[in-house]
């Protein structure tokens, strides 16, 4: 079993519609939990981080973390068709190495 | 700079020689972090520099390939001797304690 598990897709969804985004993870002890985003030839670009539990919200997008069910996820609200890219979500303990998930490939239709 | 500048942008070698990658991390960034990420496929850990020493060195795939970084500033990542297998985009990122990593645009290199 992986330490982080993403769902590669791809996910295909219309302008306007509400994404969601989710990994799940194993390791308890992860306090740093990450959204990036990459669009096709560039760098992986930082979207979110969220420290321990809870909801944070950015514009259209929030992150969730439940560290009880070992699952985060990132929602999209309005998506965009320039919200087309790939989501990694990441995670670490201060002083680890940071685990990446494998990325969701998304597509946003106009 | 702000951001972690990487160089070149691109390179195209021919197999057999040898290439330095270049990575000029965010200021005050202790770690350092390089990966290779081939054509649509996730990141692939590589190194982890924590100022100048590297206490993770797990995922070179072989000792054709080497780094090192200036106490905590630039770093270059060799290969020697490229194979076509070589041919991906090689990132770079930086970080502070939290390991909350910040990504350069990469190097693509292809070996020809």
């Known amino acids: 079993q992986k330490e982080v598990e993403q769902d590669p897709g791809p996910l295909s969804v219309p302008e306007g519609a509400i994404v969601s985004l989710n990994c799940t993870y194993s390791n308890s002890a992860f306090q740093y939990f990450m959204w990036y985003r990459q669009y096709s030839r560039k760098g992986p670009e930082l979207l979110m981080y969220?420290?321990?539990?809870g909801n944070k919200e950015d514009g259209r997008f929030t992150a969730q973390v439940d560290k009880s069910s070992k699952y985060i996820s990132l929602f999209i609200r309005d998506s965009q068709p320039s919200d087309s890219a790939t989501y990694l979500c990441?995670?670490?303990?201060?002083?680890?190495?940071?685990?990446f998930g494998a990325g969701t490939r998304l597509f946003v239709k106009a | 700079g702000a951001g972690v500048s990487q160089s070149p942008s691109n390179k195209v070698t021919e197999k057999g020689k040898d290439v330095e990658l270049r990575c000029d991390p965010i200021?005050?960034?202790?770690?350092l972090y390089w990966y290779r990420q081939r054509l649509g496929q996730g990141l692939e850990f590589l190194i982890y520099?924590?100022?100048?020493?590297?206490?993770?060195k797990s995922g070179l795939p072989s000792d054709r390939f080497s780094a090192e970084r200036t106490g905590e500033s630039v770093s270059t990542l060799t290969i020697q001797r490229t194979q076509q297998e070589d041919s991906a985009v090689y990132l770079c990122?930086?970080?502070?304690?939290?390991?909350?990593?910040?990504f350069g645009a990469g190097t693509r290199l292809s070996v020809l």
């Open positions: 520099f924590q100022g100048n020493s590297a206490p993770d």
């Open positions: 990441a995670m670490s303990e201060a002083g680890f190495k940071t685990i």
């Open positions: 990122a930086s970080s502070t304690w939290s390991n909350i990593q910040y």
């Open positions: 200021s005050g960034h202790t770690a």
């Open positions: 969220t420290y321990s539990s």
